[in-house]
Protein backbone atom coordinates (compact mmCIF):
# COMPACT_ATOMS: atom_id res chain seq x y z
CA UNK A 1 0.00 0.00 0.00
CA UNK A 2 1.42 3.84 -0.78
CA UNK A 3 2.34 6.14 2.04
CA UNK A 4 2.90 9.63 2.00
CA UNK A 5 3.24 12.41 4.33
CA UNK A 6 0.33 13.65 6.26
CA UNK A 7 -1.82 16.57 4.43
CA UNK A 8 -4.81 18.02 6.11
CA UNK A 9 -6.40 17.99 2.27
CA UNK A 10 -5.64 13.92 2.85
CA UNK A 11 -8.74 11.61 3.17
CA UNK A 12 -6.71 9.32 5.49
CA UNK A 13 -4.87 9.71 8.36
CA UNK A 14 -2.48 7.87 10.59
CA UNK A 15 -2.62 6.41 14.34
CA UNK A 16 1.61 6.42 15.66
CA UNK A 17 1.95 3.84 18.05
CA UNK A 18 0.44 0.49 19.20
CA UNK A 19 -1.47 1.78 21.61
CA UNK A 20 -3.67 3.90 19.61
CA UNK A 21 -3.53 1.67 16.88
CA UNK A 22 -5.66 -1.02 19.02
CA UNK A 23 -7.66 1.84 20.23
CA UNK A 24 -8.19 2.48 16.49
CA UNK A 25 -9.03 -1.40 15.81
CA UNK A 26 -11.56 -1.35 18.91
CA UNK A 27 -13.16 1.82 18.55
CA UNK A 28 -13.18 2.48 14.67
CA UNK A 29 -12.45 -1.11 12.98
CA UNK A 30 -14.45 -0.05 10.08
CA UNK A 31 -12.41 2.43 9.52
CA UNK A 32 -8.84 0.83 9.49
CA UNK A 33 -7.65 0.27 6.01
CA UNK A 34 -4.02 -0.67 7.04
CA UNK A 35 -1.48 -1.53 9.62
CA UNK A 36 1.92 -1.45 9.30
CA UNK A 37 4.61 -3.10 11.64
CA UNK A 38 7.94 -2.56 11.67
CA UNK A 39 10.62 -5.84 12.24
CA UNK A 40 11.46 -4.69 15.55
CA UNK A 41 8.18 -5.06 16.76
CA UNK A 42 6.71 -7.77 18.99
CA UNK A 43 2.91 -6.78 18.58
CA UNK A 44 0.64 -9.83 18.88
CA UNK A 45 -2.08 -8.50 20.05
CA UNK A 46 -2.34 -5.69 17.60
CA UNK A 47 -1.65 -8.18 14.38
CA UNK A 48 -4.00 -11.18 15.88
CA UNK A 49 -7.05 -8.01 15.89
CA UNK A 50 -6.07 -6.66 12.61
CA UNK A 51 -6.54 -10.20 11.35
CA UNK A 52 -9.43 -10.70 13.06
CA UNK A 53 -10.84 -7.47 11.27
CA UNK A 54 -9.38 -8.27 7.99
CA UNK A 55 -7.33 -5.46 8.16
CA UNK A 56 -4.13 -5.73 5.74
CA UNK A 57 -1.51 -5.97 7.72
CA UNK A 58 2.14 -4.76 6.07
CA UNK A 59 5.64 -5.31 7.24
CA UNK A 60 8.91 -3.19 6.93
CA UNK A 61 10.35 0.22 7.53
CA UNK A 62 9.33 2.42 4.94
CA UNK A 63 6.13 3.69 6.23
CA UNK A 64 7.98 4.38 9.47
CA UNK A 65 10.64 6.86 7.94
CA UNK A 66 8.23 8.43 6.20
CA UNK A 67 5.39 8.69 9.12
CA UNK A 68 7.73 8.60 11.75
CA UNK A 69 11.53 8.46 11.71
CA UNK A 70 12.25 10.17 15.18
CA UNK A 71 10.25 8.26 17.47
CA UNK A 72 10.10 5.46 19.09
CA UNK A 73 7.12 3.75 16.86
CA UNK A 74 7.22 0.31 15.75
CA UNK A 75 3.27 0.39 14.76
CA UNK A 76 1.05 2.74 12.71
CA UNK A 77 -2.46 2.06 12.16
CA UNK A 78 -3.61 4.06 8.99
CA UNK A 79 -7.45 4.81 8.56
CA UNK A 80 -10.19 6.24 6.84
CA UNK A 81 -11.01 9.97 7.95
CA UNK A 82 -15.08 9.45 9.70
CA UNK A 83 -17.67 12.08 10.48
CA UNK A 84 -19.11 12.53 13.93
CA UNK A 85 -22.00 14.71 15.09
CA UNK A 86 -22.12 16.15 18.72
CA UNK A 87 -25.39 15.49 20.74
CA UNK A 88 -27.96 18.09 21.67
CA UNK A 89 -28.93 16.04 24.51
CA UNK A 90 -25.21 15.92 26.09
CA UNK A 91 -22.79 18.73 27.15
CA UNK A 92 -20.36 20.32 25.07
CA UNK A 93 -16.57 21.20 25.77
CA UNK A 94 -16.58 24.46 22.56
CA UNK A 95 -12.60 25.49 21.79
CA UNK A 96 -12.81 28.44 19.83
CA UNK A 97 -10.07 28.40 17.26
CA UNK A 98 -7.14 26.04 19.06
CA UNK A 99 -4.18 26.18 17.70
CA UNK A 100 -2.09 23.35 19.42
CA UNK A 101 -2.35 19.21 18.02
CA UNK A 102 -0.87 18.55 21.76
CA UNK A 103 -3.64 20.32 23.79
CA UNK A 104 -6.36 19.55 21.20
CA UNK A 105 -5.19 15.49 21.74
CA UNK A 106 -4.92 15.76 25.18
CA UNK A 107 -8.32 17.72 25.55
CA UNK A 108 -9.81 14.63 23.67
CA UNK A 109 -8.45 12.53 26.40
CA UNK A 110 -9.58 14.64 29.12
CA UNK A 111 -13.09 14.24 27.67
CA UNK A 112 -13.51 10.47 27.03
CA UNK A 113 -12.31 10.23 31.06
CA UNK A 114 -15.33 12.00 32.30
CA UNK A 115 -17.16 10.83 29.39
CA UNK A 116 -19.95 13.92 30.31
CA UNK A 117 -19.42 16.28 27.09
CA UNK A 118 -19.15 15.82 22.89
CA UNK A 119 -15.83 18.07 22.04
CA UNK A 120 -17.27 21.41 19.28
CA UNK A 121 -14.10 23.06 17.44
CA UNK A 122 -14.90 26.58 16.00
CA UNK A 123 -12.40 26.89 12.79
CA UNK A 124 -9.88 28.26 11.75
CA UNK A 125 -8.67 25.54 14.42
CA UNK A 126 -5.74 22.76 14.00
CA UNK A 127 -6.49 19.73 12.66
CA UNK A 128 -8.27 17.13 15.04
CA UNK A 129 -6.65 14.49 12.30
CA UNK A 130 -3.39 15.30 12.48
CA UNK A 131 -1.63 12.78 13.59
CA UNK A 132 0.52 14.39 16.24
CA UNK A 133 -3.17 14.98 17.51
CA UNK A 134 -4.51 11.61 17.21
CA UNK A 135 -1.32 10.26 19.35
CA UNK A 136 -1.79 12.85 21.94
CA UNK A 137 -5.64 11.86 22.09
CA UNK A 138 -4.10 8.21 22.80
CA UNK A 139 -6.77 7.12 20.46
CA UNK A 140 -9.45 8.84 22.80
CA UNK A 141 -10.84 10.55 19.01
CA UNK A 142 -11.70 7.29 18.04
CA UNK A 143 -14.60 7.31 21.75
CA UNK A 144 -15.72 10.70 21.43
CA UNK A 145 -18.05 13.19 19.15
CA UNK A 146 -16.48 16.00 17.59
CA UNK A 147 -17.92 18.52 15.13
CA UNK A 148 -16.60 21.63 13.64
CA UNK A 149 -18.57 25.00 12.86
CA UNK A 150 -16.86 27.85 10.92
CA UNK A 151 -18.46 30.29 13.75
CA UNK A 152 -20.13 30.46 16.93
CA UNK A 153 -22.45 32.12 15.49
CA UNK A 154 -23.03 28.79 12.79
CA UNK A 155 -23.05 26.64 16.22
CA UNK A 156 -25.24 28.69 18.74
CA UNK A 157 -28.00 27.86 15.14
CA UNK A 158 -27.80 24.59 15.59
CA UNK A 159 -27.28 24.30 19.21
CA UNK A 160 -28.58 27.61 20.71
CA UNK A 161 -31.03 26.28 23.52
CA UNK A 162 -28.10 25.42 26.51
CA UNK A 163 -26.46 27.49 28.60
CA UNK A 164 -23.00 29.16 27.59
CA UNK A 165 -19.96 29.22 29.96
CA UNK A 166 -17.20 31.06 28.37
CA UNK A 167 -13.73 30.91 30.94
CA UNK A 168 -12.74 34.37 30.73
CA UNK A 169 -10.57 36.54 33.47
CA UNK A 170 -13.43 38.69 34.01
CA UNK A 171 -15.74 36.07 34.36
CA UNK A 172 -17.21 35.07 38.39
CA UNK A 173 -15.78 32.25 40.43
CA UNK A 174 -16.41 29.03 38.84
CA UNK A 175 -15.20 27.24 41.88
CA UNK A 176 -18.94 28.71 43.68
CA UNK A 177 -20.88 27.97 40.37
CA UNK A 178 -24.16 25.30 40.61
CA UNK A 179 -25.17 22.98 37.63
CA UNK A 180 -28.69 22.85 36.87
CA UNK A 181 -29.06 19.16 35.98
CA UNK A 182 -32.15 19.68 34.51
CA UNK A 183 -30.24 22.20 31.36
CA UNK A 184 -27.16 21.46 29.20
CA UNK A 185 -23.90 23.70 29.44
CA UNK A 186 -21.30 24.45 26.58
CA UNK A 187 -18.39 24.93 28.47
CA UNK A 188 -16.46 27.55 26.01
CA UNK A 189 -12.16 28.17 26.00
CA UNK A 190 -10.90 30.19 23.99
CA UNK A 191 -7.45 30.20 21.88
CA UNK A 192 -4.24 29.14 23.68
CA UNK A 193 -2.39 32.64 23.09
CA UNK A 194 -5.42 35.03 23.19
CA UNK A 195 -8.45 33.32 24.72
CA UNK A 196 -11.76 34.44 23.54
CA UNK A 197 -13.09 37.82 22.69
CA UNK A 198 -14.29 40.34 24.80
CA UNK A 199 -17.79 39.55 23.16
CA UNK A 200 -17.89 36.32 24.86
CA UNK A 201 -18.32 38.46 28.25
CA UNK A 202 -22.10 38.76 27.65
CA UNK A 203 -22.66 35.50 28.97
CA UNK A 204 -22.25 33.34 31.85
CA UNK A 205 -18.45 34.07 31.82
CA UNK A 206 -16.85 31.99 34.76
CA UNK A 207 -13.24 31.77 36.01
CA UNK A 208 -11.00 29.20 37.17
CA UNK A 209 -9.61 30.97 40.88
CA UNK A 210 -5.94 30.36 41.21
CA UNK A 211 -2.67 31.40 42.89
CA UNK A 212 -1.02 34.86 41.59
CA UNK A 213 1.94 32.63 40.94
CA UNK A 214 0.99 31.99 37.39
CA UNK A 215 -0.46 33.78 34.67
CA UNK A 216 -2.86 31.03 33.71
CA UNK A 217 -3.48 27.72 33.35
CA UNK A 218 -2.87 25.19 30.65
CA UNK A 219 -5.46 25.06 28.00
CA UNK A 220 -5.84 21.44 27.99
CA UNK A 221 -5.74 21.43 32.17
CA UNK A 222 -8.19 24.11 32.57
CA UNK A 223 -10.23 22.12 30.47
CA UNK A 224 -10.01 18.82 32.68
CA UNK A 225 -10.82 21.10 35.70
CA UNK A 226 -14.54 22.43 34.21
CA UNK A 227 -15.12 18.88 33.22
CA UNK A 228 -14.13 16.91 36.48
CA UNK A 229 -16.63 19.41 38.33
CA UNK A 230 -19.54 19.34 35.19
CA UNK A 231 -18.72 15.15 36.02
CA UNK A 232 -19.02 15.58 39.40
CA UNK A 233 -22.19 18.02 39.74
CA UNK A 234 -24.49 15.49 37.50
CA UNK A 235 -23.43 12.50 38.79
CA UNK A 236 -23.55 12.76 42.39
CA UNK A 237 -25.38 15.92 43.68
Known sequence: MSVKKYKKTDGVSYALGATVTMELLNKR????????????????????KARALNVPIVEGEKAF??????ENCY?????????????????????????????????????????????????????????KTVRAS?????DINVECFDSFEQYLAKFGDRTIMPFMLCGNPFGK??????????????NEATGLPEEYSKYNA???EQSSK????????AVSVALYKLYVSNEYI
Open 65 to 70: NILSPK
Open 29 to 48: GNCARAVYVSPKSNVQEVVQ
Open 214 to 221: VDSLNLSV
Open 206 to 208: VRI
Open 138 to 142: MGALF
Open 75 to 131: VIGEFQKFGSQTSADRHHVVLVNPSNSGNLGTIMRDIAAFDCADLVIIRPAVDCFDP
Open 177 to 190: ARFDNSKKYSLVFG
